[in-house]
């Protein structure tokens, strides 16, 4: 069973199956080289502006202290209380992680 693969066109940039004899873009011949680039090309990211920065972490902030609230609100007693508590969990993660990712943007980012 032969698969089909998606190349980039030397020429043009288009995305070609790998069996296509010629690029439906540009007709450039589609041989099989060595300088073939079986992986599309990424972009570069535009960075987040300030004003997003403050956006994600008030945003981490207020799930961190959602979490540590809800956490301390459900009694630590009963064993039903367990999705509560892994949901309070999620939210201090997910808060936490935000904050991290909000720290190294607001460091890398040049204003």
């Not at 069996?19 to 060595?34: D, E, R, T």
Request: proline content about 6%; charged content about 10%.
């Amino acid at each position: 069973m032969a698969f089909m693969a998606m190349v980039t066109c030397s020429e043009c940039g288009r995305a070609v199956s790998n069996k296509a004899a010629a690029c439906i873009g540009c007709g450039a011949p589609l041989g099989v080289s060595p300088d073939i680039n079986y992986v599309a090309p990424t972009k570069a990211a535009t960075p987040p502006s300030p004003a997003q920065i403050r956006r994600r972490t008030l945003l981490s902030l207020t799930a961190l202290m959602m979490g540590v609230f809800w956490a301390s609100m459900v009694d630590h007693a009963h064993a039903s209380h367990r999705l509560p508590l892994f949901l309070a969990a999620l939210l201090i993660i997910g808060g936490l992680c935000g904050l991290l990712v909000s720290l190294v943007h607001s460091v890398t980012v040049k204003t």
